[in-house]
């Protein structure tokens, strides 16, 4: 079965979970964790741990946070939709499934995909992510290799799409034909300056119909 492997946070949802802890309950002064990523002194998990470890605790507010994310509205429609055409949407994300569980589960769609991300639980008011070291598709860097879950997907069946909007989303991303696969901010960019091809977007909903559209000219 053809399968859509996609990313979450600014994929799936307008608003990244880490942006906006850090916009919202960062102390002043807190070290620029993302900076470090960048320039390779710490992993990408690294990054995301350090700045909710450092943000102030406040559980209600990470709550509200997470109800701001904004998930593509036609989330749930598209979803469907995509299993009844006849494809597998796989969930792949550097960031942490608690948030991304409340937020599939409230679009009533948690039972439909399949999710590989971050273990994590709020702990004191502030999010504890834990290394998923148990998953086969563990990554020392991100804690999710999305890479590996594309390969995966693609020993079941060579039709495999693609989404993200990251710098982690780059290999991935290049693992797919150009035809599937669809980028935004980060890794749009990433990949115009490789001069790849892809399709981009702006909302999750695009990603969705142009898979679909896709059926139509799937190689025989």
């Not at 979970?17 to 807190?30: A, G, K, M």
């Not at 991304?100 to 439909?112: C, F, H, K, P, Q």
Request: charged residues 30%.
């Amino acid at each position: 079965m053809p399968t859509l492997v996609t990313d979450f946070d600014g994929t799936i949802t307008r608003h990244d979970f880490y942006r906006l802890v850090i916009d919202e309950l960062l102390p002043p002064n807190t070290p620029n964790f993302w900076t470090r990523y960048v320039e390779g002194r710490i992993t990408h998990f690294d990054a995301l741990q350090l700045t909710f470890a450092a943000a102030r605790p406040d559980q209600e507010r990470l709550l509200d946070i997470v109800d701001r994310m904004e998930p593509d509205p036609d989330l749930a429609d598209e979803i469907r939709l995509l299993r009844r055409a006849g494809w597998d949407v796989v969930v792949v994300s550097a960031g942490c499934r608690w948030y991304i569980e409340r937020i599939l589960s409230r679009a009533g769609v948690l039972d439909l995909v399949e999710i590989h991300a971050n273990d994590g639980d709020v702990v004191d008011g502030r999010l504890r992510m834990a290394w998923p070291t148990a998953s086969p598709h563990f990554s020392p860097d991100t804690g999710i290799d999305k890479t590996r879950v594309v390969l995966e997907a693609r020993d079941g069946d060579p039709v495999v799409a693609f989404a993200g909007n990251g710098p982690p989303d780059l290999e991935p991303a290049l693992a797919v034909e150009p035809r599937l696969r669809w980028g935004r901010a980060d890794l749009a960019d990433a990949l115009d300056a490789r001069g790849e091809r892809y399709h981009r977007f702006d909302r999750w909903a695009e990603v969705a119909r142009g898979v679909r559209e896709s059926s139509r000219i799937r190689p025989g």
